[in-house]
């Protein structure tokens, strides 16, 4: 039977969590084969450090580090892969490891570039089996494939084998494969790696879409933090195994000041301008692009500085792209 899941128990809750693993440390030199084979050294590494975290019904939550931070681990303890070394975790209330059965048809897992479609068989002939194994009711698996065939844009591909598919479509097809049988919770590994913009658009654009509408809790991971900032309301970012932010991403740029981004246009002779306050980043062909922080110099104050420049046609003032603000916080990270 499965276990009742009350309707306000969190989607899911890890529990001063830690994981360690052992190494064991070889020479590779003649001379230590003796000692390797009777006395090895071993090296204890710590992928996670007293994590906390709870992620409720229907959020979208962008998870996130440099590699080795400890990503895939969480996602292996909470789908039971993994045991944490310390500490507890719930997923939907269950118990990862005792209720792996039951917890497994309320949740759906993609991990990287790996596929469950059958190689040399058509894309609807993996559907298929996927309703057979899973006991998925006939009610549901027509319904969700009627949705994930219309929102995906299946159609087309439904028939064809999947080593003939490009990387975008495969993706597409895992993606429907994994809500075949209607999760409440799907954790997903780098969804849009290797995507052309189209497609990448296009699976963002889905994601979002049952987030929103099914209610579906989404815990995604990606390097990609532009594709992250686009589909999550929330970012949780790990640095060497332990939780070093947890927020939205306003909160995550004023982390590091508010910078902002400003692009002004003169004419192409125009040398850059020298602005009190404002980083000149690349000047090119009368296009000069600038960073400032509105902390120290607000919004209102560089307008009125930009004021007294007659050489100037146009201004346009943006946010500071994320990926530049969590590769500046990484370089922080490494310095300490």
Do not use: C
């Amino acid at each position: 039977m499965q276990p009742m899941v009350l309707q306000d128990t969190p989607a899911l809750a890890i529990d001063n969590v830690t994981k360690t693993y052992t190494q064991w440390q070889r020479s590779g030199k003649a001379k230590d084969i003796i000692k390797n084979m009777f006395r090895p050294d071993k090296r204890v590494v710590t992928a996670l450090d007293h994590v906390s975290l709870t992620i409720n019904p229907g959020e979208f939550v962008a998870y996130a580090g440099a590699n080795g931070a400890g990503k895939s681990t969480t996602i292996k303890i909470l789908s039971g892969i993994l045991l944490p070394t310390q500490g507890r975790v719930s997923v939907l209330g269950m118990d990862p490891l005792r209720d792996r059965i039951p917890l497994m048809r309320r949740v759906g897992i993609l991990f990287g570039q790996r596929t469950e479609l059958w190689w040399d068989h058509p894309v609807i002939t993996s559907f298929e089996w996927k309703k057979e194994v899973w006991n998925i009711p006939d009610e549901i698996y027509q319904r969700n494939l009627k949705m994930v065939t219309q929102l995906l844009d299946l159609t087309d591909i439904l028939k064809t084998f999947a080593r003939e598919l490009s990387l975008g479509q495969r993706m597409r097809a895992d993606i429907a494969m994994l809500l075949l049988h209607g999760p409440d919770l799907i954790f997903l590994d780098e969804p849009t790696l290797g995507l052309d913009v189209l497609a990448k658009q296009q699976m963002i654009h889905f994601l979002k879409k049952i987030n929103k509408e099914q209610k579906t809790t989404v815990v995604v991971t990606s390097h990609d933090m532009d594709d992250l900032e686009e589909m999550a309301q929330r970012v949780v970012l790990l640095n060497k195994g332990t939780i070093a932010f947890d927020g939205n991403f306003d909160e995550l740029r004023d982390a590091l000041g508010g910078f902002y981004r400003i692009e002004i246009t003169t004419s192409p002779k125009e040398a850059p301008l020298s602005l009190p306050g404002m980083k000149l980043l690349r000047s090119e062909h009368g296009s000069h692009e600038y960073e400032f922080d509105r902390k120290i110099f607000p919004i209102h104050r560089v307008l009125g500085n930009l004021s007294e420049f007659p050489q100037i046609l146009d201004v346009e003032i943006k946010k500071a792209p994320i990926e530049d603000v969590v590769a500046n916080l990484y370089l922080s990270w490494k310095d300490k």
